[in-house]
């Protein structure tokens, strides 16, 4: 995966008659014109709003006035110091340890699972991997269903064991690990199946050699399959890293930040800023520092393959 | 006497195996089951508590409901345009694109193509603010060139279109060259049709993160005449809102559910092995 982001050298081309040619004019436009229509949709579209994003960060614009002026980094001074902001910063954090190390383990443990030569195993495959593809807001929406307190599913499966009515969205404690329990229902069938493309990379051999030499079941996965599995595993945590702590649709559709600023994530907060306060130029610098987030995770990742390979 | 106890711990392994599939396929079927159950029984079964696994008696009441009383039609319609236009769009600009960046020579090349690999980092939620502002600039907010346009500068399709016309092989668009056909010829008559997995691959990931995309829509589409169907369930069934805010009408809003999620479905169970490649290979999310 990581290989690809690294340009690959332009296979070492002969004079593939560009500028020698006598059309030589036309030949070295041409490549402009197969870029150009996606060169306009990328600048108008991506490269352009990533650049003015930075530059309203250091202004006080206000969507609603339509006016503001140049501030330096005071929006990012403020930042430090509001306490909201760092409630929703500690509140993604929280979010990502209840899902981040489930999504990952649950990942890798369905994927050796349905790994297995068992009977129906595709079937199985299908089915976890089935939720991905459901959009966010119907996740959400079924989940308030079966999470409703007095006439949920899910109350109702509690009850057989003696627990009964948890307010499982409207109390701040429950809210956050229930909108976990979703994400995990909902994306951990997209982890399996990396793991599984991980897994059926391994030879075979590998792991029969170990049996034969003895090994039992546990100390071949423990010393021959995990190990191997070390670079999928790093992207899995590095992909399930960046999209938890982007995490949006399912808050606002579930809880809209609440009960209180409970579920309030740091998304959440620069979505309402930008569009319910109007302060354009305060959220685009908390866009900034989720966007040095990423950046830094990217570094990680970067530092972490280069390492693996020279091992 | 060991062989025996051997074959013993297989059974009893296998069985605790196919047990363990049975229950996660249990768990992760469950909340689509009850979707659809739910959306099949008249409201008086909905509130009903102990709840029953399949509806008393079957109704369509709240398909009925949503498809009357909402412009439900009109935001699958929506949906159904902007998927089918931007995947368009991406295909042609990407594969045109990536083709001149993986074949052709021009200067500056190498430096454009990591400036477009770049943004691979920076996701939607950080650009929407100057985007919407942007839209509202030119006034197109509430509009479906709103929804659909930014999705055309896609950076992921450009990635893996390039890295698939570089490892074409080079003998036969050689070959077309020498034969005096144009860039634009070997492009359409030679590259797409040896490209077709990838396409294929590209495509699936634009129209299902078109289809389930929310918050930039949720920014640009608050009219029915724009309104894209996540949008319209999260603002009329969601947690917040309208019909199930004061009272709770979880009926209807499991039947917009089936109706939004069927398609998905379909195409995913009819095309499971492209779509697990496409959705694998992007990191897309939902």
Known sequence: ?311 | MTDHSKTARTILWRTFLYLGLAAVTLVALFPLFWMVSSALRPEGQILAYPPRWLPATWTLENFAYILGRFAFARWWLNSIVAAGVSTALVLLLDSLAAYAFARLHFAGQRVLYLVVLSMLLVPIQVTIIPLYMLFAQVHLLDSLPAVLLPTTANVTGVFLLTQFFRNLPGELLDAARIDGASDLRIWWHIVLPLSRPVLSSVAIITVVSSWNSFLWPLLVAYSDASRTLPVGIAQFFGGESGVSGSAPQFGPAMAAACLATAPVIVAFLVLQRSFVRGVALSGLKG
């Open chain 1, 1 to 311: 995966m990581d290989r690809g982001v690294r340009p690959a050298h332009p296979a070492a081309a002969p004079a593939r008659g560009s500028r020698r040619t006598p059309s030589g004019v036309r030949l070295a436009l041409g490549p402009w014109l197969f870029v150009l229509p996606y060169l306009v949709t990328f600048v108008l579209f991506r490269f352009g709003p990533a650049v003015a994003g930075f530059l309203v960060s250091l202004t006080n614009w206000n969507l609603m006035s339509g006016s503001g002026r140049f501030v330096g980094v005071d929006n990012y001074a403020r930042l430090a110091t509001d306490p909201q902001f760092r409630q929703s910063l500690l509140q993604t954090l929280y979010f990502m340890a209840l899902t981040v190390p489930a999504l990952v383990i649950l990942g890798l443990l369905l994927a050796v699972l349905v790994n297995q030569r068992l009977r129906g195993r595709s079937v199985v495959r299908t089915a976890i991997f089935m939720p991905y593809v459901v959009m966010s807001t119907v996740v959400g929406v079924i989940w308030l269903w079966m999470l409703n307190t007095d006439v949920g599913v899910f109350n109702y499966l509690l009850s057989l064991l003696g627990i009964h009515g948890i307010p499982w969205l409207s109390d701040p404690n429950a809210a956050m690990p229930a909108i976990a329990l979703t994400t995990i229902w909902w994306t951990v069938g997209f982890n399996m199946i990396i793991f599984l493309a991980g897994l059926q990379d391994i030879p075979p051999e590998l792991e029969e050699a170990a049996r034969v030499d003895g090994a039992g079941t546990f100390t071949t996965f423990r010393s021959i399959t995990l190990p191997l599995l070390r670079p999928v595993t790093f992207v899995v945590v590095m992909l399930t890293l960046i999209n938890t702590f982007e995490v949006f649709d399912q808050i606002y559709v579930m809880t809209g930040g609440g009960p209180g600023l409970s579920t309030l994530t740091i998304i959440q907060f620069m979505y309402y800023e930008a569009f319910q306060f109007y302060h354009v130029g305060y959220a685009s610098a908390v866009a900034y520092v989720v966007l040095a987030v990423l950046v830094v995770l990217a570094l990680i990742q970067r530092r972490f393959l280069a390492r693996g390979d020279l091992a």
